[in-house]
């Protein structure tokens, strides 16, 4: 099932997925280097609040085709945020850096209902239009990617899936802001 990320408030887009596995499993997928490389990107995330989370995003890992030449100079690219909650296996929230130096939130709530794990999404401070149509298509393809990764399917393409989400979301939140 695809859910759609939601713009909720201008600079604010949300998500909610039901996810198989348990909270647990979920839990590591969000936080442990090795299991987040299959859906997002490696990268430790230091267990409490104050941490420093890295981002060490490698598309090649995730796509048999080559970053569009829009992306080429962010197929491979690590940075550092910092941990803003950790309540395994609840919620992890932390700061996004945006490469003009302004800093995004992201907080993901897991809660275990019947049929798996529901992860909701938020990510704020999403000023700029062009940051929030990627990290809208991003959150959607990369959750899409999550979802494959734990159910245990083949796991799709991301610059075949991504491209054509960041032109969905740019139009769609054009016509219809929130």
Not at 18 to 40: C, H, M, N, Y
Not at 141 to 153: I, K, P
């Amino acid at each position: 099932m695809t859910e759609h990320t939601q713009l909720t408030a201008p600079a604010r887009l949300e998500v909610v997925r039901t996810l198989p596995g348990t909270i647990e499993r979920v839990w590591d997928f969000l936080t442990q280097s090795d299991l987040r490389a299959k859906w997002l990107c490696a990268g430790d995330v230091e267990p409490w609040v104050g941490g420093k989370i890295t981002f060490a995003f490698d598309h090649r890992r995730l796509s048999d085709q080559p970053a569009p030449d829009k992306y080429k100079d962010q197929e491979v690219v690590t940075f550092e945020g910092k941990v803003l909650i950790y309540d395994r296996p609840h919620t992890l929230a932390f700061s996004w850096p945006e490469q003009d130096g302004a800093g995004t939130k992201v907080t993901m709530t897991l809660e275990a209902v019947d049929g798996g794990v529901r992860l909701h999404l938020i990510h704020e401070n999403l000023t700029k239009p062009e940051h929030r149509d990627g990290a809208a298509a991003g959150w959607h393809v990369h959750l899409d990617l999550l979802d494959d990764v734990l159910g245990g399917r083949p796991v799709r393409d991301f610059w075949a899936h991504y491209m054509p989400m960041e032109d969905a979301y740019r139009k769609r939140f054009k016509e219809k802001p929130f």
